[in-house]
């Protein structure tokens, strides 16, 4: 849709556009933060019942966890509208 509206010549519809998705996903990405972070114990036992695995697991969780706080960086640096400031 933004990269419509540059071709279009709408810049100022494209900004637009761009605010709303940038909520959008920022909303989305906390969503799934918040999501993976409660039911973290829950997802891990849905497929072992090994203490150890289970343990290790809840580990790679945090990393998951650290990864989906850097999309939202990510999405607050997308280029297009970026370079058209």
């Known amino acids: 849709m933004v990269g419509q509206e540059?071709?279009?010549?709408?810049?100022?519809?494209a900004k637009k556009i761009y605010s709303i998705l940038f909520v959008l996903f920022?909303?989305?990405?906390?969503?799934?933060?918040?999501?993976?972070?409660?039911?973290?114990?829950s997802?891990?036992?849905?497929?072992?019942?090994?203490?150890?695995?289970?343990?290790?697991?809840?580990?790679?969780?945090?990393i998951c966890l650290l990864t989906l706080l850097e999309s939202v960086?990510?999405?607050s640096l997308m280029g297009v509208i970026k370079a058209l400031e």
Do not use: C, H, Q
Request: charge should be positive; avoid cysteine; charged fraction near 15%.
């Open 6 to 13: 540059i071709g279009a010549n709408n810049v100022t519809k």
């Open 26 to 41: 920022i909303i989305g990405d906390v969503l799934d933060w918040v999501l993976l972070f409660i039911f973290r114990f």
């Open 43 to 62: 997802i891990v036992r849905a497929f072992t019942n090994s203490e150890p695995v289970a343990k290790m697991t809840n580990y790679v969780i945090w």
């Open 73 to 75: 960086f990510k999405n």
